[in-house]
């Protein structure tokens, strides 16, 4: 049995892994799902919270170490952090259609690297501090190959973003460099652009890359098929 920890990307909360975590549970793993900074019952101001604020977290939220981090979209950042402060703790790094880290870029900086930018007519404007995504472009964006009402809840749910976590430069060292990567491209993905994802993932052995044909949202369009792939990737921890 594998442990498992979800982070979730930008806008989402924890209640996006929901199908997941009953899939990977089926098949005998643990897991759980945490808020990153800013949403549910975190109160604190979103301009206050940084990067290391989210790595901090989600290492709180390992009840069992070691534990295979799952870090989807932006939530590559501050769990590849969570990496390089406490590698003891996390036993596989799992970037699903996530921003790797680089030593001295922020999620904007890598975000900026793409050719492509199928994000940025969707920003807008939320409370001070924070940015979201426009309702009416988020099913296309996010989760064009999921039923309507399923997409319909998806978008319900996303909430502001804190800027600055995605803005602050991450530094890693050799101590994230010794936790073991695997890295999850979505080939059908209309927010992060297979093409960036491939080139992201490079830095990933080739051994550790998969792909999955499905959007931005395999926990949504195919959580049997994501659990069994990771329940596959967990064998090799």
């Given at each position: 049995?594998?442990?498992?920890?979800?982070?979730?990307?930008?806008?989402?909360?924890?209640?996006?892994?929901?199908?997941?975590?009953?899939?990977?549970?089926?098949?005998?793993?643990?897991?759980?799902?945490?808020?990153?900074?800013?949403?549910?019952?975190?109160?604190?101001?979103?301009?206050?919270?940084?990067?290391?604020?989210?790595?901090?977290?989600?290492?709180?939220?390992?009840?069992?170490?070691?534990?295979i981090l799952v870090a989807h979209s932006a939530g590559g950042y501050p769990a590849g952090l969570?990496?390089?402060?406490?590698?003891?703790?996390?036993?596989?790094?799992?970037?699903?259609?996530?921003y790797v880290p680089r030593d001295g870029a922020s999620v904007v900086d890598r975000r900026k690297?793409?050719?492509?930018?199928?994000?940025?007519?969707?920003?807008?404007?939320?409370?001070p501090g924070t940015y979201a995504f426009d309702p009416a472009q988020s099913p296309a964006l996010?989760?064009?190959?999921?039923?309507?009402?399923?997409?319909?809840?998806?978008?319900?749910?996303?909430?502001?973003?804190?800027?600055?976590?995605?803005?602050?430069?991450?530094?890693?060292?050799?101590?994230?460099?010794?936790?073991?990567?695997?890295?999850?491209?979505?080939?059908?993905?209309?927010?992060?652009?297979?093409?960036?994802?491939?080139?992201?993932?490079?830095?990933?052995?080739?051994?550790?890359?998969?792909?999955?044909?499905?959007?931005?949202?395999?926990?949504?369009?195919?959580?049997?098929?994501?659990?069994?792939?990771?329940?596959?990737?967990?064998?090799?921890?």
């Amino acid at each position: 049995m594998a442990r498992f920890v979800l982070v979730h990307g930008s806008c989402h909360t924890a209640r996006c892994w929901q199908e997941l975590i009953q899939e990977l549970t089926r098949l005998g793993h643990g897991a759980r799902a945490l808020d990153l900074p800013g949403r549910g019952a975190d109160r604190r101001p979103p301009d206050a919270l940084t990067l290391r604020d989210g790595a901090e977290e989600i290492l709180q939220g390992i009840e069992e170490a070691p534990a295979i981090l799952v870090a989807h979209s932006a939530g590559g950042y501050p769990a590849g952090l969570a990496a390089e402060l406490a590698p003891e703790k996390v036993a596989r790094l799992v970037f699903l259609c996530a921003y790797v880290p680089r030593d001295g870029a922020s999620v904007v900086d890598r975000r900026k690297e793409s050719v492509e930018q199928p994000l940025m007519p969707a920003l807008r404007r939320g409370p001070p501090g924070t940015y979201a995504f426009d309702p009416a472009q988020s099913p296309a964006l996010f989760c064009h190959d999921v039923a309507p009402d399923v997409a319909a809840r998806a978008v319900a749910a996303l909430v502001p973003e804190p800027v600055r976590p995605q803005s602050d430069p991450i530094r890693v060292t050799e101590r994230y460099g010794s936790v073991p990567k695997s890295y999850i491209r979505c080939t059908q993905d209309r927010a992060i652009p297979p093409a960036h994802q491939t080139l992201m993932a490079a830095a990933i052995p080739e051994k550790d890359r998969y792909d999955m044909p499905t959007s931005h949202s395999p926990f949504l369009a195919d959580p049997a098929g994501l659990a069994a792939l990771l329940h596959r990737i967990a064998g090799g921890v």
